[in-house]
T-cell receptor
Framework: EAQVTQNPRYLITVTGKKLTVTCSQN?????MSWYRQDPGLGLRQIYY???????DKGDVPEGYKVSRKEKRNFPLILESPSPNQTSLYFC?????????????FGPGTRLTVL | AQSVTQPDIHITVSEGASLELRCNYS??????LFWYVQSPGQGLQLLLK??????LVQGIKGFEAEFKRSQSSFNLRKPSVHWSDAAEYFC????????????FGTGTRLKVLA
């Protein structure tokens, strides 16, 4: 089944403790992206990747890192999480960078930073 | 500035009633337009999209949307709502060329009364 998977689905952590949220897609998609969803703000893009080893900042990249060493994986790294990073995170992928390609979203990761 | 406005944060309708969710955008040129649905605990799923041509587009689950250039609007409609339509709905825009970058609205949460 074609899908985008994220792990973990739920995470509670404390300020400053490094964490990684994994994202994997099995559709051989070139484009992958991370969003955060906050009440009243909708989805905002954190980082995106147009292909292996090609990443760029979205609208809200501060406090986050990403890497794209393999086509299927696009982990989101929080080196020193802070409470303002408490949010619902979504990974998404699409076949190419064309806006006509459908974005497929993962199920989300709800992160709480205490 | 580019933006997407969904003026209704919450909408409540009775099962079987018609539905219209509003979306207005501010963009330099006519963008590609999308509606996504997010069911509780799920990722976003594409309902429908508009690229060009016929301004009335049909989507999945019985939804349709109408693009009105003069009003910069892309409203989502359904003639008869089912209880399973209770979810959050997001309107989004993306450029027709250049960097692939979605801008999402803040979402409309739909409640359906039995």
């Amino acid at each position: 089944e074609a899908q985008v998977t994220q792990n973990p689905r739920y995470l509670i952590t404390v300020t400053g403790k490094k964490l990684t949220v994994t994202c994997s897609q099995n559709m051989n998609h070139e484009y992958m992206s991370w969003y955060r969803q906050d009440p009243g703000l909708g989805l905002r893009q954190i980082y995106y990747s147009m292909n292996v080893e090609v990443t760029d900042k979205g609208d809200v990249p501060e406090g986050y890192k990403v890497s794209r060493k393999e086509k299927r994986n696009f982990p989101l790294i929080l080196e020193s999480p802070s409470p303002n990073q408490t949010s619902l995170y979504f990974c998404a992928s699409s076949f190419s960078t064309s806006s006509t390609d459908t974005q497929y979203f993962g199920p989300g990761t709800r992160l709480t930073v205490l | 500035a580019q933006s997407v406005t969904q003026p209704d944060i919450h909408i409540t309708v009775s099962e079987g009633a018609s539905l219209e969710l509003r979306c207005n955008y501010s963009y330099g040129a006519t963008p590609y337009l999308f509606w996504y649905v997010q069911s509780p605990g799920q990722g976003l799923q594409l309902l429908l999209k508009y690229f060009s041509g016929d301004t009335l587009v049909q989507g999945i689950k019985g939804f349709e949307a109408e693009f009105k250039r003069s009003q910069s609007s892309f409203n989502l409609r359904k003639p008869s709502v089912h209880w399973s339509d209770a979810a959050e709905y997001f309107c989004a825009v993306a450029p027709t060329s250049g960097t692939y970058k979605y801008i999402f609205g803040t979402g409309t949460r739909l409640k359906v009364l039995a």
